[in-house]
C-alpha cells in the first residue's frame, strides 16, 4: 500500500467537512459557533491546511450527521473493510423501514449460522 502524507488526508478530509457543512446550509461562523472553535480553524481544515484534532472531528461528525465510513473510506485498501464500507453505505441510503427489514433478516441468518 502507498504511504498517504498528512498533507492528502489533511486536503480529503477538509473536503469532506466543507462539503457537508455547505449541505448542512450552515456557514462557518455558524459551524464555529456549534464546534466552539475559532472561525480561523474551521478555515483552515477546509481548506486542508491544518489537521483536525480527534475530538473536533468527532464533533463535526455528530454536528453534521457524517459517518465513519464517510470520513475514512477514501483511504481503505484491504479489500474486506471496503466491502463492508460498500455494504453500509447503501444501507445507509435506504429508508428506516427498509433498514429495519435488512436488520431483522441478518438477526435471522446470525440465528441460522
Known amino acids: 500500500m502507498d504511504s498517504l502524507s498528512k498533507s492528502d488526508i489533511d486536503k480529503n478530509f477538509g473536503k469532506i467537512l466543507r462539503d457537508f457543512r455547505v449541505k448542512n446550509k450552515l456557514t462557518q461562523e ?14 483552515r481544515i477546509e481548506n486542508g491546511n491544518n489537521g483536525v484534532k480527534t475530538q473536533t472531528l468527532i464533533n463535526y461528525m455528530n454536528i453534521l450527521g457524517i459517518t465513519p465510513n464517510t470520513i475514512y473510506a477514501p483511504f ?3 479489500k474486506e473493510a471496503a466491502k463492508n464500507i460498500e455494504i453500509s453505505e447503501k444501507l445507509s441510503s435506504l429508508s ?17 449460522s
Request: glycine residues 2%.
Open 30 to 43: 455558524q459551524l464555529s459557533e456549534k464546534l466552539g472553535i475559532s472561525l480561523k480553524y474551521i478555515s
Open 96 to 112: 428506516d423501514e427498509k433498514k429495519d427489514f435488512i436488520n431483522a433478516m441478518i438477526d435471522l441468518l446470525q440465528e441460522l
Open 76 to 78: 481503505i485498501t484491504n
